[in-house]
């Protein structure tokens, strides 16, 4: 799987049409190959849930993904973007709107499942990635200096400070420092190789 931070879903189609040299590098741990062309190979289709910030709610949208063939091994990479977070259907937006809701003061996650149609057992797994997650979170805002006081923020705070931008941050400047996405809940990706992808020429 390869993971483009240069793009969003918005211009996946700038991906999707894309006929030239690919700038990427096959995922593929056994690949030995010191170059490696890829070649487009499929297209599939996969819903992301986004959150729509002006309506205040979530959308559901279909979108084409592409996969590329190593010319080399033969092994084959969806090529997924900066917003969308690896065998999950919601995108990271829709992911951090619906945790603020949930830590919202007197808010609940019976209450945000309510309002949005969300399952209560789908907010409680969210709440506990995010939980999983929280060290590194806290860890990596102080290493880019974007929370500098010893003490440790309340949860809240660490989701406002996430919240308050877009991708490419701090997606991709977290990907580079853990080699894994925000919030990606897969024990074991041996199967599934993640690669950051650069931009096309």
Known sequence: ???????????YNEILYFYGVWDYKCPNPGCRAK??????HARYERSLVLWDADAGCLKEERMEILRLKCCSCASTHAVLTMDIIPFFVYSIQAFLAL??????????????????????????RFVLIFHEYAEKLL????????????RKPPESQ???LLYGKSPPWPQSCFFQKYRSPLFLHRKSTVAYPLRFGGGMP
């Open 158 to 160: 660490l989701l406002l």
């Open 139 to 150: 860890l990596f805002l102080r290493l880019e200096a974007l929370w500098e006081s010893e």
């Open 35 to 40: 170059q490696h062309p890829m070649r487009r």
């Open 99 to 124: 945790l603020s809701q949930c830590m919202a003061e007197k808010s609940s996650v019976p209450r945000t499942g309510e309002k949005n149609g969300v399952s209560c057992q789908l907010l409680y």
């Open 1 to 11: 799987m390869i993971i483009d931070f240069t793009h969003s879903y918005k211009d």
